[in-house]
């Protein structure tokens, strides 16, 4: 009976496997989709840190904290125009009181305008995204700063008109673009992105070629009133099927100061399905290390109503030196663990030698599920950037569920 | 003379309706057998939706649907319309480039060939298939001793990858003489390893003079015990501008389904 009956049972299940009922995928007028992250994260102190007496009074060892973060994200399609809102919205709770928030913001929200696709007009809040570079981006002139330590985290947009037109190949370029973008900062647009400018008009330009394996881009970008001009170049480019290098190289430049940025980065791919990306990264802007250890020093020895704002500053940036060094090897379904990846991420202050490490575990073993563990370990000597972070080990497991 | 010529038309005659002459010139070069296969398998420009199934040994599976579209030779761009959390996602190929969009992180990565957007056993050349012959010259044909659906043997189309680039050094297409599509492709690395083998299964008629095989199977050596499988639907001609394969559309390939 049994022997009788597995025949057409794998004849079902072959017909259940190979059956594709694509009418449920026709495109609607309107759309929408959203994810919820819940994100326990526990915090392991440095009480050594000179931040640490001016942030706590008692003897904090570790502090947890429980989020839970929200995106939705909604699209209207019209016949030649779109309109794209993207919010998020949290709520953190914190064993240390201070730290307590609830937050909600666009991210992104813009009307698209295609009447003469495929050139393009955007205008709303936008996150450009510009540059080739993994962890650092010096090209990113119009931009919130990206942060190395979680360099695929969401930002917010700015709000900004862009205009996108696509010439497509011409002599002996593969494919071109022009992107022109407007950017205005006032009391209230933009207010948050550079708080010191009150009013200023920001242009920019970004011209885009394919030229056989190799993406190149120039860009400029102009403020009116403060008469600052950023220029740019970056490169991304395959060498081989597994091997590429990019970089970027961008200057700032005012009557008062010529600031230089850089970036060059590699990805390899091994046999066995480990991604590497080295990335070394220069700041011209930055502290040297011996510039950070006395900013470090004045914070040691100031008193907490002057420490305070110069911590502040600090802890705001991401870079604060001229040098890093950044490496993560991802391994892709090691030992045949399917929708598993592991990976590894070394941030390295080369000024002053100090290290960040991040340990990832990524598994997404079903539709719409995603598991993160991730594990931050800060080290470095007294007075260097990652030595001086406030919390020396951060683990942090988050669930995501897509709807 | 006129004996000679009766003799002469006599044979033509025979070799005519014997079918010796049809198939004299119905035989074709292993590079015309290659442009048949690509031919066949999809029109010059299309879309089309596909669904990939990864299926694990313990029978789980997770599923994939995306929306294609083809241009010429080597150009392919997908959308990921499902599962949720992956939608929005786009992959475009220019000949040897791929790049990856993910709306989170915004503009365009390059991508390796050899790496798999999905994961399971299709990897991003599988996925972003650009025509056989843009990728590979057809070096000999042979008859194989294995037999199709129709009886009939199968032919063996052994293929040679151009350059280096290209994701499998070697592939042994065995195809059906009477459909003119493959049966099943053994692609084999420059060591002589198989790294996988792509079945290609029930052949159905899409319209507009597309037939077709509507599923793609593939299981490896390197992963025992998984298979995944790409299922096809709605293939379709379909022309469209050259700007629409580039890195800037790729935001916005959803505005053509």
Redesign the interface.
């Known amino acids: 009976m049994c022997v009788a009956l597995y025949p057409s049972l794998t004849i079902a299940q072959e017909d259940d496997l190979y059956s594709f009922e694509v009418e449920e995928f026709t495109k609607k007028t309107w759309e929408w989709k959203g994810e919820i992250s819940a994100i326990s994260t526990t915090k392991f102190f440095n009480q050594d840190a000179v931040a640490f007496p001016l942030k706590f009074e008692n003897e904090a060892i570790q502090a947890e904290e429980r989020e839970i973060q929200i995106v939705l994200e909604s699209r209207w399609d019209w016949d030649w125009s779109r309109l794209y809102v993207m919010g998020e919205a949290s709520t953190l709770y914190s064993t240390i009181p201070d730290v307590n928030a609830e937050d909600a913001f666009l991210r992104e929200g813009y009307w698209q305008l295609s009447k003469f696709d495929p050139s393009v007009l955007e205008i709303g809040k936008r996150l450009l995204r510009w540059g080739k570079g993994y962890a650092f981006n010096p090209v990113a002139f119009l931009e919130r700063p990206k942060n190395p330590e979680d360099p695929e985290a969401s930002r917010e947009g700015l709000w900004m008109v862009q205009g996108l037109w696509i010439p497509g190949a011409f002599s002996g370029l593969d494919n071109t673009s022009v992107t022109a973008v407007y950017l205005p900062l006032r009391q209230d647009i933009n207010e948050d992105y550079q708080s010191h400018i009150p009013h200023e008009n920001v242009w920019g330009l970004k011209l885009y070629a394919l030229i056989d394996t190799t993406d190149i881009d120039l860009y400029f970008v102009q403020s009116e009133e403060k008469d600052e001009i950023n220029w740019g170049v970056d490169f991304a480019s395959n060498i081989t099927v597994n091997f590429e290098i990019h970089g970027e190289y961008a200057r700032k430049i005012d009557s008062d100061y010529d600031e230089l940025q850089a970036l060059l980065g590699l990805r390899y791919l091994t046999e066995n399905d480990v991604t590497w990306i080295v990335e070394v990264y220069h700041d011209s802007s930055g502290w040297t290390a011996e510039e950070s250890a006395e900013r470090y020093e004045q914070i040691e020895n100031k008193s907490p109503l002057k420490a305070k704002p110069l911590l502040s500053q600090i802890q705001k940036q991401k870079t604060i030196s001229q040098n890093y060094g950044y490496l993560q090897a991802s391994a892709k379904e090691p030992f045949e663990w399917l929708y598993f990846t592991p990976s590894l991420a070394l941030l390295h202050n080369q000024d002053d030698h100090s290290y960040n490490t991040i340990t990832q575990l990524n598994y997404a073993p079903a539709n719409n599920w995603t598991f993160l563990v991730s594990w931050q370990h800060f080290s470095g000597e007294d007075h260097t950037q990652y030595g001086e972070s406030l919390a020396q080990n951060k683990l942090e497991m988050k669930a995501t569920y897509a709807f | 003379m006129k004996h000679f010529i009766k003799i002469i038309f006599g044979f033509i005659c025979f070799f005519i309706f014997t079918g010796i002459v049809p198939e004299i010139f119905a035989q074709k070069t292993p590079q015309e057998w290659l442009v048949t296969i690509d031919r066949n398998l999809n029109p010059p420009q299309y879309e089309a939706?596909r669904?990939l199934?990864?299926?694990?040994p313990d029978g789980s599976?997770?599923?994939f649907?995306l929306?294609t579209l083809k241009q010429g030779k080597e150009k392919v761009a997908a959308l990921f319309?499902?599962?949720?959390?992956e939608?929005g996602r786009a992959t475009l190929r220019?000949?040897?480039?791929m790049w990856l969009y993910i709306p989170?992180?915004?503009?365009p990565l390059?991508i390796?060939?050899?790496?798999?957007v999905t994961?399971?056993v299709f990897n991003n050349a599988d996925i972003l298939r650009v025509d056989y012959q843009a990728e590979y010259d057809a070096i000999s044909l042979q008859e194989s001793q294995e037999t199709g659906k129709s009886g009939k043997n199968l032919l063996q189309l052994n293929l040679k990858a151009k350059t280096?680039?290209?994701?499998y050094d070697k592939l042994e297409m065995m195809i059906d003489p009477d459909l003119e599509s493959p049966v099943l492709i053994r692609a084999v690395a420059a060591s002589g390893m198989l790294i996988k083998t792509i079945y290609f299964?029930?052949i159905k008629d899409f319209g507009e003079g597309i037939k077709r095989p509507?599923?793609v199977e593939t299981d490896s050596p390197l992963?025992?015990g998984?298979k995944s499988?790409m299922?096809f639907?709605?293939l379709k001609p379909r022309t469209l501008?050259?700007?629409?394969f580039?890195?800037?559309?790729m935001g916005?390939i959803?505005?053509l389904?």
């Open positions: 939706y669904k199934i990864n299926v694990e599976r997770k599923e649907v929306y319309l499902s599962p949720v959390s939608k220019v000949g040897d480039n989170n992180v915004g503009r390059r390796a060939s050899l790496q798999s994961g399971g280096n680039a290209v994701a299964k029930n509507a599923v992963y025992q998984y499988v299922i639907a709605k501008a050259e700007e629409v580039t890195t800037d559309y916005r959803e505005t389904r």
